[in-house]
């Protein structure tokens, strides 16, 4: 028989109504109360206990372990790397020469692509990345990662187009991101691209000032701790913990645009009419030994320094490559003399063209006879044969010592990386014979950097003060600035031999003045390089190494360095063309350029010229006076 | 309806007001609770709308680092732009496209100054 149960609801005690009618109260049980709510605080305790084991728990997720606290840590707490802004390089003009911007990337998440949508994706991206959509489309269906850049550094109107479009919600480019990174860029492309390197797309500096000032430059990163929302923003009443980036310092370098611009200029031209391997130009300012123009060839742009080979845009030809500096040495090798007191300015040695040491038979260039040469006739000829009688005169110890002096075979302390320190023999060194003293004297045998002569000329110029080079006129940091002070080093030579050496230039540059003006005075006699000014000069012819202890015979290196004007000298200008095809001594190319140069950086100084100082058919300027 | 009057003196009346407003202002159990469940509600209504305003200004303080990364992209872009055309060859070969060309040396004059009267000159006259 089956039971049936009828529940009716009763009061456990019913209260009695009272005698005025009124409707008694409910009465619950304290009881029945207290073990509800028992009930309740032992379930809610349950639930917080589970809550708290779980949280704390390992789970296996996609083969890996992973502790569920920290996995929801994660997704709400953020730590975002604030990159800095790497210093902005400019010239003394204040012309920006490299800067750094956030250029857009654009990244597609393959695996979020469906196969019949990658095709229509490939034609609309396609389309405005200028891509081909085949290639985007293999990109695009390749699921084995789920980030894939497919271009760099876009033109930031397609990735506003891009991002406007996934702002609106349209679906023509869902899966597609635009990343934003900061690039350096170089305005002015290739110029000065050798002594300004590049950055690498680490943002590290990979030559030049960039790689020198690369700590300073690139700034220090900032850290933000934050709770994040779905977009990957910052909460703004959540913790935050901010560690502010430190943008990199600004660098004012002591490079002239003018200046740079009319080296690089005359560079590019020589070299093209010759055919040259190359060339380099430097522009030194006398009395700071600021550097004015370094242009070298050949030379990349450091916006696209990948596609060249590491040999051009990591070594500056200026500063670390090496080369016999020839009968420019000879300048030297005439203050050696004259400082040592091992000879005079008058002093005289015979040059007979040519003349046998240790079993070699060594000569001028032309094998020519010049008879008894004072130091300053031996500049005038560059004669070899006397040259080298005159270092012997000199002696091992003081000739070495005072090239030591010079500069020779120890960097300059340029700001500038991967400076080579040359190569210089001495008798403590290894297969020295005294014959090396005999060809050093007329710049054979030892190999110096460009900037190293050609601060050895300024010495000169600077009557006798060797300053040390510099790049960077200025280090600022928002408008704060702190400028390098020039410095000297030392009195390598006393001024009165300078200034003999000066005059001495004078007229080796006059001497060699024919190569410019032959063609427009018609006469091939000494005159002045530059009208209407003294300047001061010294070329050289040199032989190229060949490797196997002996020199190239299909090829040298022509260059002058001087400076101007000669007395209380601004600029030392030292000009060097390599492997030229057509002039096989190098000097009628390399004299054209320094004259050039030089009678632009007089006329850039609004230096007067001297009337006086024109010879026939030359024009020196006119001067009038100012209230006539 | 019959109805009791009775009329009291002013003096009963004063102490008769005292001797109720103690009741009144007796709380028992039940009107605890509810001034508490008041008080709990207005304090959580007040947070919520400084929680509510926070987030607010959260929210305006990030859509205005968005736009400040924005105009920060824009200013590096103009500035490209303007380091561009500043570049010296760039300025060299337009000048040169519009056919201008270096001083020869017999365009030069050379002023010499260096006797001329100091007194400026003034260059608006009136």
Known sequence: MRHSRTYTYRPARAAPRRADGAVPSLHISRMRLLIVLVAVAAIMLRVGIQLVTLTGETVELNGTSVNLRQMARNEVNSRQVIEPTRGVIRDRAGNTLAMSIEAPWIVVDPTTISDARAADLARELGGVLGMPAAELEALLTDRTTRYRVVRRWVDPSTARAILESLAAGELRFSGVFVEYHQRRIYPAGPSGAALLGAVNDEGTGVAGVEAYYDDILRGRAGILTAEIDARAQPIGIGQQELRAANDGIDLELTIDPFIQSLAERELEQAIAIQSADGGVIIVLDVQSGAIRAMASLPSFDPNEYQQYPASVYNLNPATSQVYEPGSTFKAILAAIGLQTGRFSADTQVDDTGEIDRYGYRLGNWNRMANGLLTPGRMLYYSSNVAALQFAEMIGTESFYEYVDRFGFGRPTGVDISAEATGIVSSPASAGWSPIVLSTNGYGQGIAVTPLQLVRAMATIANDGVMMRPYLVERRCRGAECVSTQPRAIKQVVAPDVAQAVQRMLVESANHYAPVVWSEITGQGGDTWLVPGYEVAAKTGTSSIPNGRGGYETDGVIGSVVGFAPAKQARYAILVKIDRPRRDPWGVDTAIPVFQAIAEQLMRYEHIPPDAALAGPGQIAGELVAAHP | ?126
Do not use: H
């Open chain 2, 1 to 126: 309806m019959a109805v009791n009057l009775r009329r009291l003196l002013p003096l009963q009346q004063m102490r008769a007001s005292r001797r109720a407003l103690a009741s009144y202002l007796t709380l028992d159990g039940g009107r605890t609770l509810i001034l508490a469940a008041i008080a709990f509600a207005l304090m959580s209504l007040l947070t919520l709308a400084q929680t509510g305003r926070s987030a607010t200004l959260g929210q305006e303080l990030a859509d205005l680092e968005v736009q400040r990364a924005v105009l920060l992209r824009e200013r590096g872009d103009l500035s490209l732009q303007l380091a561009e055309a500043q570049a010296f060859r760039g300025i060299a070969d337009r000048a040169a496209a519009d056919g201008l060309r270096p001083a020869t040396r017999d365009q030069l004059r050379y002023i010499d100054l260096s006797d001329a009267d100091p007194t400026p000159i003034p260059l608006v006259t009136p």
